[in-house]
């Protein structure tokens, strides 16, 4: 009796699990305002890697998903704790590989200390960078890394890319450290001091996602960027 009512459960957990699996076209989309990866324009996901995805799902054939554009705190939190929902573009760090499920890449990131193009410093290595102030956007891979390393610097958080920027520029702060693509339109008031990691942007997934659907969203990205139609996306936003 109980083998039969052991065979019984199995049988119903593994009917739960199959009516509980979501396709790729049945997840929830995240992304946040990161120009010009994902931001809103006249109220509508825009972007290299809106587009990416748009892309994407035309070669599996599926209909483009909506994308909700959220701050980056809300929507890392909504990956860890919410079932079936992905994030992008989220930077891959040894930190986070474990964490999520992961289809690469989108472009690839590097995280940087800049200086204003006027700045006499020399840094070769962090300790060269130990007694000075930094601006860093909290709750970003950048963050994360500096706050992880044996690494003493005094760290100034600031709640966006132009807040940075403006500490820089009044010499409040010796250095900004952001990933390469967030001084977009701004790389002549500054410039590359010290190249802190190079990782890939993503797109990641709750846990929950099923290796197939995984596989299928990765095979389908892979012939994407092979395309010509890759091509001219790239050059439409980074050239």
């Not at 979501?22 to 996901?45: H, M």
């Not at 992905?86 to 474990?98: C, E, G, M, N």
Request: proline content about 3%; hydrophobic content about 40%; overall charge negative.
């Amino acid at each position: 009796m109980l083998v039969i009512r052991l065979a019984l459960l199995t049988v119903s957990l593994l009917c739960c699990g199959q009516l509980s699996a979501r396709t790729l076209e049945q997840l929830d989309y995240y992304s946040e305002e990161f120009f010009p990866y994902n931001y809103l324009e006249q109220g509508q996901a825009v972007g290299f890697s809106v587009e990416l995805l748009a892309l994407i799902f035309a070669q599996l054939e599926s209909p483009a998903p909506e994308v909700k554009i959220v701050p980056w705190t809300r929507g890392y939190a909504t990956l860890q704790h919410q079932a079936f929902t992905v994030l992008f573009s989220t930077i891959k760090t040894p930190q986070r590989a474990d964490r999520f499920e992961w289809a690469c890449p989108i472009n690839v990131s590097r995280g940087k200390f800049y200086g204003l193009t006027d700045s006499e410093l020399e840094i070769t290595s962090l300790k060269d960078a130990e007694n000075l102030k930094i601006a860093i956007m909290k709750g970003q891979a950048i963050d994360g890394f500096l706050t992880r390393s044996d690494f003493t610097a005094e760290l100034i958080p600031v709640k966006s890319v132009e807040q940075a920027f403006r500490l820089l520029a009044l010499r409040r702060v010796d250095l900004i450290a952001l990933t390469e693509q967030s001084l977009e339109g701004h790389q002549s008031s500054f410039k590359p001091l010290y190249t802190l990691f190079e990782h890939d942007y993503c797109f990641a997934f709750n846990r929950s996602i099923s290796q197939q659907e995984l596989a299928r969203f990765q095979a389908a990205l892979e012939q994407v960027r092979q395309s010509d139609a890759f091509e001219k996306l790239y050059q439409k936003y980074f050239y």
